[in-house]
């Protein structure tokens, strides 16, 4: 049975670095063609794509983003971590991690087939 | 990055009624697009991957095609359940994208 679960600080002060935790269970990272995603949603707006990290520990950031991402993982733990530095009100969101499960082939392509439940950041003083 | 354009924005139909949601690409995509259904305050649940292909335990009445720029999902005969907000994602390309969404009512 395939699990995700979001952690990490309900309230972060601008200008601080928000690290969530995405703890998954069911799969391993390290299997080919596996991914994480991470994608937030501001409170009313759309879902945005913000990072993903691979089987093979290549990562990829959101364009808009990339300047204040970093992306690792443990894979003994089953975790994987996102820091987003230099926080400020436009990142109050609530954060989503997402697996991409391995295809037929190893393809640049996927999807999200599990989903967490969500963690809603606030970025307030 | 590729950007994603759904239309429409929302709409409000009847149950039983055919709905077809469009989801335009900046550049062609070939197959490789997402939808997904959510309701509010919970994560997204994935509906059709890569254009056409039904996600197990969805429903037969939802569809998608074809292919290129222009996709779209569609709901055969829309369920009370069905309400919430649809959205595209492409992984044609890194960055993958999202649509803007698309809020569905059941009138």
């Known amino acids: 049975q395939v699990t995700l679960k979001e952690s990490g600080p309900a309230l972060v002060e601008p200008a601080q670095t928000l690290t969530l935790t995405c703890s998954f269970s069911?799969?391993?990272?390290?299997?080919?063609?596996?991914?994480v995603s991470w994608i937030r949603q501001p409170p009313g707006k759309a879902l945005e794509w913000i990072a993903r990290?691979?089987?093979?520990?290549?990562?990829f950031y959101a364009t808009s983003l990339k300047t204040r991402l970093t992306l690792s993982r443990d894979t003994s733990r089953n975790q994987v971590a996102l820091t987003v530095s230099n926080v400020d009100p436009t990142d109050t969101a609530t954060y989503f991690c997402?697996?991409?499960?391995?295809?037929?082939?190893?393809?640049?392509?996927?999807?999200?087939?599990?989903w967490g439940q969500g963690t809603l950041v606030t970025v307030s003083s | 990055d590729i950007q994603l354009t759904q239309s429409p924005s929302s709409l409000s139909a009847s149950v039983g009624d055919r709905v077809t949601i469009t989801c335009r690409a900046s550049?062609?995509?070939?197959?490789?697009l997402n939808w997904f259904h959510q309701k509010p305050g919970k994560a997204p649940k994935l509906l059709i991957y890569?254009?056409?292909n039904l996600q197990s335990g969805v429903p037969s009445r939802f569809s998608g095609g074809p292919s290129g720029t222009d996709l779209t999902l569609t709901i055969s005969s829309l369920q009370p359940e069905d309400s919430g907000t649809y959205y595209c994602?492409?992984?044609?390309?890194?960055?993958?994208?999202f649509g803007q969404g698309t809020m569905v009512e059941i009138k």
């Open positions: 069911g799969f391993s990272l390290t299997t080919t063609g596996v991914r």
């Open positions: 890569f254009a056409y």
């Open positions: 997402a697996r991409t499960p391995p295809g037929p082939s190893v393809d640049p392509h996927g999807h999200f087939d599990y």
């Open positions: 994602q492409q992984s044609y390309k890194t960055p993958w994208t």
């Open positions: 550049q062609t995509i070939s197959t490789y």
């Open positions: 990290i691979d089987w093979d520990d290549d990562k």
